[in-house]
């Protein structure tokens, strides 16, 4: 019971105690609140925001699993020159990519053709995610870096990056060839040169439109149902 003066009111130390539990409950509430609402899933935890622009550093080494990998040269005027796919124009039909982590396998359609089938490796130490997005960015090189201890990773001129949910994104690999098997941090690994006509192939997003869509499957079967477990909204 709380205790009263010889008045019988409630003692000016239970008002004190009242205000200050008051005061750190909701200091607890703010902190919380603040912690999930910042919380942005990331497949790379130290370029996590940095990434998300270009760059290109032609003169630097990467490492990945401890070891130390060359990175491709980057030309951009010759990358950003050509941008044609051979006979993709002579195609009609909206685009869409479907990414299958059963197969670890990419399909991208335009209308009813299938433009491209091919490996690729998607998350091993972080899922990719599954759903249904759209390409918000598309870089033609950039730096990705993060993991701990031995998965700690950082390379630069990461090729032809086709972002579609926050930081991770379709791009081309230089650092393994184990394409058909998960081997990335949440993107979407592939060969450069599939990467390369993916991303001269895919449009990103407009002033009237959104980029093309990417749906992230737990199974797909052609030529369009993706089977999706507990997709992100």
């Not at 031995?150 to 930081?167: E, G, K, Q, R, S």
Request: proline fraction near 6%.
């Amino acid at each position: 019971m709380a205790k009263k003066n010889s008045n019988g009111k409630k003692s000016v130390w239970y008002y004190i105690k009242v205000y200050f539990t008051s005061l750190f409950v909701s200091l607890i509430i703010i902190t919380v609140g603040t912690f999930l609402t910042s919380q942005t899933p990331c497949a790379n935890s130290k370029t996590c925001e940095s990434d998300l622009k270009v760059s290109i550093n032609n003169n630097s080494i990467g490492t990945f699993e401890g070891q130390k990998v060359i990175p491709p040269k980057i030309d951009l005027y010759n990358t950003i020159s050509n941008p044609v796919v051979l006979g993709a124009s002579t195609i009609s039909g909206e685009k869409h990519i479907y990414v299958d982590l059963n197969s670890q396998e990419l399909y991208a359609y335009q209308g009813s053709k299938l433009f491209m089938e091919t490996p690729i490796s998607s998350g091993k130490w972080n899922p990719t995610p599954v759903g249904n997005f759209n390409i918000w960015e598309k870089l033609v090189s950039t730096r990705m870096a993060g993991g701990e201890g031995a998965d700690a990773y950082d390379l630069p001129n990461v090729p032809y990056v086709m972002y579609f949910y926050h930081d991770f994104g379709l791009h081309g690999a230089y650092w393994h060839n184990n394409f058909g098997h998960e081997m990335s941090h949440g993107c979407v690994n592939m060969r450069i040169v599939d990467a390369k006509d993916l991303y001269n192939w895919a449009d990103g997003p407009t002033k009237d439109q959104k980029g093309t869509p990417v749906s992230v499957c737990n199974k797909f079967v052609a030529p369009n149902k993706c089977i999706q477990d507990n997709p992100v909204d």
